[in-house]
């Protein structure tokens, strides 16, 4: 027992060191290799990325000037799919100590954020790692700790929620304004095969529309929530805590996808909840005492 809490102990304090050392808020850059058609019609990389330096890149902009931008890590185009989850590994075990993570995918629409979070049934995306991970340390641990994972998916569409794993619930938030959502499905998963089922579920009922600009353009918000219960086995303590994964829809500049009626009323609700999520991120990166989460 002794062994274990100092274990514990020295887990946290390492967690908490490398939190100061890289800051609680970190951003990363993936960039998208050309596809085949924008290949063939001669486009080419609107970036420069020098490996060398993997924390900054260069805007090439239409006149050939560049703007170099800094991040806490740059992923190049052939970086494959295991390369960009490694990055997220401490953030995503960090739950299973008791700690609140959240890690989300913005961009631009057609820059890859969905492939980044869900990928395909042959390259996983962060989803379903992020859960292969979860169940494989919890088995390791399973002498001192037992974990208990749910999975709740929901959509967030013209500023209205609503449940993605049970289409008939009307949710509503709490009044203190809070996270925990009142009446969202809570389905517990025992292995990675049910959370793909649930994932599967959840984008088929997600909304997803057409534009000029991505044929299978995202129009809404997904959360993925991730709640894990855990009893230590030793002492009897138990906790709680969330790991929200969140497929942003993309931003759009409205001239450019030639949105009308109902879709051009959507890309102003997705640019405005976007630019409402970056103020409340910059204000949490410079630790402000006031957050303007009601925005």
Known sequence: ?????????ERKLLYNEIMEMKGNVRVFCRCRPLSSEEVSKGHTCSFHFDPSKNRK???????????QFKFDHVFPPQANQETVFAETLLIVRSVLDGYNACIFAYGQTGTGKTFTIEGTEETRGVYYRTLEDLFKIST????????????????????????????????????????????????????????????????????????????????????????VMRENLIN??????????????????????????????????????????????AAFASKNQHIPYQN
């Open 57 to 67: 890149l260069q805007i090439i902009a239409s006149d050939a000037s560049r703007k």
């Open 140 to 227: 390791n641990r399973s002498s001192t700790m037992q974990y208990q994972f749910y999975v709740s998916m929901l959509e967030v569409y013209n500023e209205n929620i609503r449940d993605l794993l049970n289409s008939k619930l009307d949710i509503k938030q709490t009044s203190e304004g809070k996270q925990e959502i009142l009446g969202l499905t809570l389905a517990q998963a025992y292995n990675t095969d049910e959370v793909w089922e649930l994932l599967e579920t959840g984008k088929r009922n997600r909304s997803v529309g057409s534009t000029s600009v991505n044929e299978l353009s995202s129009r809404s918000h997904c959360l993925l929530r991730v709640t």
């Open 1 to 9: 027992m002794d062994k274990y809490n100092q274990e514990h102990i």
């Open 236 to 281: 009897g303590t138990q906790t709680k805590s969330h790991l929200w994964l969140v497929d942003l829809a993309g931003s759009k500049r409205i001239g450019k996808t030639e949105a009308k009626g109902e879709r051009l009323k959507e890309s102003q609700f997705i640019n405005r909840s976007l630019s409402a999520l970056g103020d409340v991120i």
